[in-house]
């Protein structure tokens, strides 16, 4: 019952001096700091962060940016060169590997009930302005898929989180060492335990 899961301030969280306020929310509903370190990842992290292997999420990213030209109006092929998902998501992917390798990232492994489903609902929609007042991306960020794709740069909206229980153990895995992880109590679980 008790998940983890991996967070990432994206570089335009740290740059916008953010780290406090964000992590504030993590805390505050309960969630547990179990490893948390500020890194320049490299290329093959980032890579693998991002794999270009895993059909399934190249292609999700892909069909997203899809969905948003659609609503958008605009026709895909002329504006990235192509309108297959898998061909798009490629794309997208090689603007956030490039994002996220130019600047320094806060990793974070977050702890407790239901980590992986309470970070991403306190996070919010992947599209800032489709994103409710309250979670962090509605809150912090006016980004939208169309002024990222105009300027061919992924959606500058704050945060990675783990999607589900499998991905957030992968990704803890290359992100922290099993002895960076930490292991120890937080006041409340006596009362919420
Ligand atoms: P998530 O971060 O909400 O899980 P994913 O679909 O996993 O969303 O996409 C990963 C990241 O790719 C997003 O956080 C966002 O920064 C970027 N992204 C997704 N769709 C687009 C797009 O249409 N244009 C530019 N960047 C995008
Ligand atoms: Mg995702």
Request: contains cysteine.
């Amino acid at each position: 019952m008790i998940q983890q899961t991996l967070v990432l301030l994206k570089p335009d969280a740290v740059k916008r001096g953010l780290i406090g306020e964000i992590i504030k929310r993590f805390e505050r509903v309960g969630l547990k700091i179990v490893a948390c370190k500020l890194v320049k990842p490299s290329k093959d992290l980032a890579d693998k962060h991002y794999p270009l292997e895993r059909q399934e999420f190249v292609e999700g990213i892909g069909k997203k940016t899809l969905e948003n030209y659609k609503e958008m109006g605009v026709d895909p092929v002329s504006e990235i060169g192509s309108s297959d998902p898998y061909e798009i998501g490629k794309i997208v992917r090689g603007w956030l590997v490039e994002m996220i390798t130019s600047d320094p990232v806060l990793a974070i492994v977050l702890e407790g009930p239901n980590a992986v489903e309470i970070v991403r609902k306190l996070v919010g929609h992947t599209l800032p302005v489709k994103a409710d007042p309250g979670t962090i991306r509605g809150d912090f960020s006016f980004d939208s898929a169309f002024f990222a794709n105009a300027k061919k740069r992924p959606i500058k909206n704050l945060i990675h989180a783990s999607g589900n229980p499998e991905e957030a153990e992968y990704e803890i895995s290359l992100w922290f060492t099993k002895d960076e992880i930490h292991n120890y109590k937080r006041s409340e679980e006596e009362v919420m335990y």
